[in-house]
Antibody, heavy 123, light 109 residues
Framework: QVQLQESGPGLVKPSGTLSLTCAVS?????????WSWIRQPPGKGLEWIGE???????NYNPSLKSRVTISVDKSKNQFSLKLSSVTAADTAVYYC????????????????WGQGTLVTVSS | SSELTQDPAVSVALGQTVRITCQGD??????ASWYQQKPGQAPVLVIY???NRPSGIPDRFSGSSSGNTASLTITGAQAEDEADYYC????????????FGGGTKLTVL
């Protein structure tokens, strides 16, 4: 059973950089999956931030692309998120997740989620 | 298009059937996946592909799709089904990213 665990500071100052890491256990980050970051502001819906493949290929949400960097460390079986120039609007629960494809239809599914970590942007 | 639209709230009487819908252009090309989220918890996948349930998901949950609309149906809703439900799909415009619907709050009366 794949498990994901987010870690990182729970408080970030405005204009600073949010940095989170997701440790993957029970499976290899080099498997044929995309490793995603998703966030959820308090009381609001889910927003996909971006993802990375073990090769280092990335896809980002166009609305966040200029501020986001996702990287992978295969030796540690983990991947990371950096979000720069943060404001209060970036306050959210941040989830890491594994994205898969349905073999029959090519449709996407997010089969494993971390428990989420709340990051607050405040001075 | 990269948008998926859901009704903000739906209610159902205990034991009755409810359908939660998701609309978007990408759904003409790809099936939606559906997630249940209870307060303070991470989302849980309940339906994916044409109509597939992960292990452990009750068979009262089912999925369907027609045109640009995907539906999640709960047949015989239980009190524990009260939650937020989100749909999710790939973008179909050639951009490699993922989109979520805005979510539907399901109340079981």
């Amino acid at each position: 059973q794949v498990q994901l665990q987010e870690s990182g500071p729970g408080l970030v100052k405005p204009s600073g950089t949010l940095s989170l890491t997701c440790a993957v256990s029970g499976g290899s980050i080099s498997s044929s999956n995309w490793w995603s970051w998703i966030r959820q502001p308090p009381g609001k819906g889910l927003e996909w931030i971006g993802e990375i493949y073990h090769s280092g290929s990335t896809n980002y949400n166009p609305s966040l692309k200029s501020r986001v960097t996702i990287s992978v460390d295969k030796s540690k079986n983990q991947f990371s998120l950096k979000l720069s120039s943060v404001t209060a609007a970036d306050t959210a629960v941040y989830y890491c997740a594994r994205r898969d494809y349905d073999i029959l239809t090519g449709s996407t599914l997010i089969s494993y989620w971390g428990q989420g970590t709340l990051v607050t942007v405040s001075s | 298009s990269s948008e998926l639209t859901q009704d903000p709230a739906v209610s159902v009487a205990l034991g009755q059937t409810v359908r939660i819908t998701c609309q978007g252009d990408s759904l003409r090309s790809y099936y939606a996946s559906w997630y249940q989220q209870k307060p303070g918890q991470a989302p849980v996948l309940v339906i994916y592909g044409k109509n597939n349930r992960p292990s452990g998901i009750p068979d009262r949950f089912s999925g369907s799709s027609s045109g640009n609309t995907a539906s999640l149906t709960i047949t015989g809703a239980q009190a524990e089904d009260e939650a937020d439900y989100y749909c999710n799909s790939r973008d179909s415009s050639g951009n490699h990213y993922v989109v979520f619907g805005g979510g539907t709050k399901l109340t079981v009366l």
